[in-house]
């Protein structure tokens, strides 16, 4: 079992940055492919990246291209969203996640979640 924890949600203005970190408990935490969500009020949960377990391979959805990055740190079981250029649109909580094995962009296929921490761009 994994135990996620997101920390480093704010407030900011549009175009500056935060950085998100999620801490991950136990010692498996290299078997499982890694992933962060979103949710804006009254709208669905949304990908936003993934990384494999090795972080050799990373994946965004197209809204934050270029802007987010997302990295792993295996020996300190961390994961963490570099987020800049923010906009009010990326407005939400965000949610850290875990899945066995393969990255994936459907929230359903991931087997853990953090408590999520939320994000304010404001104009």
């Known amino acids: 079992q994994v135990q996620l924890v997101e920390s480093g949600g704010g407030l900011v203005e549009a175009g500056g940055s935060l950085r998100l970190s999620c801490a991950a408990s136990?010692?498996?935490?290299?078997?499982?492919?890694m992933g962060w969500f979103r949710q804006a009020p009254g709208k669905e949960r949304e990908f936003v990246a993934t990384i494999s377990r090795n972080g050799g391979t990373t994946y965004y959805t197209d809204s934050v291209k270029g802007r987010f990055t997302i990295s792993r740190d295996n020996a300190q079981n961390t994961v963490a969203l570099q987020m800049n250029s923010l906009k009010p649109e990326d407005t939400a909580v965000y949610y850290c996640?875990?899945?066995?094995?393969?990255?994936?962009?459907?929230?359903?296929?991931?087997?853990?979640w953090g408590q999520g921490t939320q994000v304010t761009v404001s104009l």
């Open positions: 136990g010692r498996t935490f290299a078997s499982y492919a």
């Open positions: 996640a875990a899945r066995s094995w393969l990255t994936g962009t459907i929230a359903s296929l991931y087997d853990y």
